[in-house]
């Protein structure tokens, strides 16, 4: 089984995370959901592996009314530290004019490691929207916060 | 009673609809037949509201006029339809979308019950437990994401339930599924607009049948 870390940060100014894989047979998955709904936030998140391990990283930013969220994940990788396999994905809802800024930084050492990283925007298409207005859902945003904030 | 009066649909300046009057009463189920692009689907989705379909005529339910109402009023008096590709919403978990179904709904469930509720219907159909906790149809297949719909539909029992190919892409053992939630809906007073290809299904619901052709009825 994968060893879940969830961690939920609501309208922070700073946040500073350090994440530490040490899991060889199966992954250590990092479920991070910043949620910023006024003023600025900036979150500096650092992953450093330890040789051999499995790690995939989450980081899930929703931002609303004109909010600032910069984030950056760093990914330390010793020279003695081969054997990593890491992901790190960002998704960012920005609404009303927020702005979020996410981005993985990478420093590596060791030639013998696979670190993928994606960035994605959560955007909802007029199909999306067509099929939760015919579940009678009107108000997308705060559907979304809601799911983010309460997931089961 | 579900009424259309001289339904026509137009989509990006075709005309899908022609004229389309029919009535269908609680407990009834109607079966659409006709071939593909016979305008079955864009019926249903008229009666739903999609935005991009320009609609003319009349439709009422119960004895009133639904014809100016909007996608999301016309969800929240009861009308169901089970899309025949429902898309992956990411971000949405599934059991905080049932639970705010639950809630226009003015069901007084908890967000436990939801949760109940939704595993005892994704079990019927032989989707795992955890699928309350995914995100909306993410990583689903084509027929795990009709077995979602048919688990909405049961989960929320609609006055009107739209059934738009429910049965493609399942395998067989679950397309009783599909008979099921039929007759549970017609049992409750409910009206069905099912659409299908399927031999069995057609053979079930003949009795009471309409054809299309080119956007009119046969």
């Known amino acids: 089984m994968d060893k879940l870390h969830k961690k939920l940060f609501l309208n922070e100014e700073e946040i500073s995370l350090d994440l530490l894989p040490e899991n060889i047979e199966q992954a250590d998955v990092y479920d991070i959901t910043i949620i910023q709904s006024e003023g600025k936030c900036t979150a500096r998140i650092n992953l450093e592996p330890v040789k051999d391990s499995l790690s995939k990283v989450f ?3 929703f931002a609303e009314n004109n909010a600032l969220v910069d984030c950056v994940c760093t990914l330390n990788v010793g020279k003695e530290c081969s054997g990593i396999d890491t992901d790190v994905q960002f998704r960012s809802w920005p609404f009303d004019r927020s702005r979020i800024q996410a981005r993985p930084e990478m420093f590596i050492k060791n030639g013998n490691i696979i670190a993928a ?7 909802l298409s007029d199909e999306d929207k067509y099929y939760l207005n015919s579940r009678g859902i009107t108000n997308f945003k705060e559907m979304i916060k809601r799911s983010l904030i309460d997931e089961e | 009673m579900l009424k259309l009066k001289n339904l026509t649909a ?3 300046g075709k005309e899908i609809l022609k004229n389309v009057s029919l009535t269908v009463n609680r407990g009834e189920c109607l079966l659409i037949t006709g071939q593909n692009g016979s305008g079955k689907s864009t019926l249903l989705h008229t009666i739903m509201a999609r935005p991009d379909i320009d609609a003319r005529g009349e439709i009422e339910l119960g004895g009133n006029s639904i ?6 009023e016309r969800a929240r008096l009861g009308l169901f339809l089970s899309h025949q590709s429902s898309p992956t919403l990411d971000g949405i978990n599934t059991t905080s979308l049932f639970f705010e179904m639950a809630k226009i709904k ?7 019950d939801v949760i109940k509720k939704a595993k005892a219907a994704f079990r019927d159909l032989n989707l795992p437990d955890d699928w309350t906790r995914r995100d909306f149809n993410v990583g689903a297949s084509g027929g795990e994401r009709k077995k979602n719909e048919i ?3 049961k989960m929320f029992t609609p006055n009107v339930l739209l059934l738009d ?3 493609s892409g399942l395998e067989q053992s679950s397309r009783s599924k599909v008979i099921d939630l039929i007759e549970e809906t017609k049992a409750a007073g409910g009206i069905v607009l099912l659409v299908t290809h399927e031999k069995v299904l057609q053979d079930q619901y003949s009795n009471n049948r309409i054809e299309l052709n080119d956007g009119q009825i046969a």
């Open chain 1, 59 to 61: 980081i899930k930013i």
């Open chain 2, 10 to 12: 137009t989509i990006g």
């Open chain 2, 165 to 167: 190919e429910p049965d």
């Open chain 2, 67 to 72: 014809s100016d109402l909007e996608c999301y």
């Open chain 2, 106 to 112: 003015n069901d007084s469930l908890k967000k436990i």
């Open chain 2, 151 to 153: 688990a909405q539909a």
């Open chain 1, 117 to 123: 990283h994606g960035n994605a925007l959560g955007t």
